[in-house]
């Protein structure tokens, strides 16, 4: 069983960056695609960003093109998504998850083995 972590959340004004993390710990997350999704209160959890296993390929939503930027860390059981130019609609709680193909991802409904507990973003106007 994998177990993910985000951290990184927090209170930031419009314009702010802010820069998420999520540790994998259970197994071995070196062969696994990782993942963001956000959700807010009342609202369906919405795909934000996928990576897969060796980095190599990255897919955004929309609407964090260009500002925001996933990557893995050097043991590939950590990913990072750096938040730029943060609008109050990224506001939401945002969620790691792993699979073992990037397509159960990026699939909708996702198809994901793990998810994080979440972490809070909130951007102010």
């Known amino acids: 069983q994998v177990q993910l972590v985000e951290s990184g959340g927090g209170l930031v004004q419009a314009g702010g960056s802010l820069r998420l993390s999520c540790a994998a710990s259970?197994?071995?997350?070196?062969?696994?695609?990782m993942g963001w999704f956000r959700q807010d209160p009342g609202k369906e959890r919405e795909f934000v960003s996928a990576?897969?296993?060796?980095?190599?390929?990255?897919h955004y939503a929309d609407s964090v093109k260009g500002r925001f930027t996933i990557s893995r860390g050097n043991a590939k059981n950590t990913v990072y998504l750096q938040m730029n130019n943060l609008k109050p609609e990224d506001t939401a709680v945002y969620y790691c998850?792993?699979?073992?193909?990037?397509?159960?991802?990026?699939?909708?409904?996702?198809?994901?083995?793990?998810w994080g507990q979440g972490t809070q973003v909130t951007v102010s106007s």
């Open positions: 998850a792993a699979a073992q193909q990037i397509q159960s991802i990026l699939t909708m409904p996702p198809v994901v083995g793990s």
């Open positions: 259970g197994r071995t997350l070196i062969t696994y695609a």
């Open positions: 990576i897969n296993w060796s980095g190599g390929s990255t």
